[in-house]
């Protein structure tokens, strides 16, 4: 998975608790992205990083905030989690050569009772 | 929204024939690429053609583009089980972000 962790694994939460997804990558890329992954829609984009305190919006962002203290790490926050936002999250990092390419965490499981 | 829409949404393929999945798109791109993403896990890198390219090849695997359709298509040769995965297509316009279709999943069968 190109050193990229995504922490925690598999989370189960209630309506309205705030939640934090964590991604870590070891070989100082710039750009980091978040997904989401829900059956019928393949990967949608909910916000973006292209370098440390520099963040942006993708097509899914409501209900989700983001940030880049570190090179290494770009947090995911679900303000107040709703059913809805039961999915699966992925981490990327844009890397290889014209650093073109995308690569994945192996994504965080996250169910909103 | 999503750029890239593949077809079809599922195939079945017995071991040792060829899978043929297609991708179009709706604007403008700088590269397409294939990722494969199995069961569990995240997606992985396959291939990347630029819009300047008509045709790759990696491996077992052959990508066309043809820019003016706007589609692109990504043959397996000779599948094995382990070929058992989804596919997806995503469009690079040129603005570091990359749109994903909602794939084409794939069973090889035995």
């Known amino acids: 998975d190109a050193g990229i962790t995504q922490s925690p694994r598999h989370k189960v939460t209630e309506t309205g608790t705030p939640v934090t997804l964590r991604c870590h990558q070891t070989?100082?890329?710039?750009?980091m992205y978040w997904y989401r992954q829900d059956p019928g829609h393949g990967l949608r984009l909910i916000h973006y990083?292209?370098?440390?305190?520099?963040?942006d919006k993708g097509e899914v962002s409501d209900g989700y905030s983001v940030s880049r203290s570190k090179t290494e790490d770009f947090l995911l926050t679900l303000e107040s989690a709703t059913s809805s936002q039961t999915s699966v999250y992925f981490c990327?990092?844009?890397?290889?050569?014209?650093?073109?390419?995308?690569?994945f965490g192996p994504g965080t499981r996250l169910l909103v009772l | 929204s999503q750029q890239g829409e593949e077809d079809p949404q599922a195939l079945s393929i017995q071991e040792g024939e060829n899978a043929t999945m297609n991708c179009s798109y709706k604007?403008?791109?700088?590269?397409l690429q294939w990722y494969r993403q199995n069961s569990g896990r995240g997606l992985v890198h396959l291939i990347l053609?630029?819009?300047?390219?008509r045709e790759k090849h990696s491996g077992r695997l052959r990508v066309t583009l043809d820019t003016s359709k706007k589609s692109s298509s990504l043959l397996i040769t000779a599948s094995r089980a382990a070929d058992t995965a989804s596919y997806f297509c995503?469009?690079?316009?040129?603005?570091?972000?990359?749109?994903f279709g909602a794939g084409t999943t794939v069973t090889v069968r035995a």
């Open positions: 990083s292209y370098g440390v305190k520099d963040t």
């Open positions: 995503a469009t690079d316009e040129d603005d570091y972000k990359l749109s």
């Open positions: 604007t403008s791109i700088n590269n």
């Open positions: 053609i630029r819009s300047n390219e």
């Open positions: 070989e100082n890329h710039r750009y």
């Open positions: 990327a990092i844009r890397a290889g050569t014209g650093e073109e390419t995308q690569y």
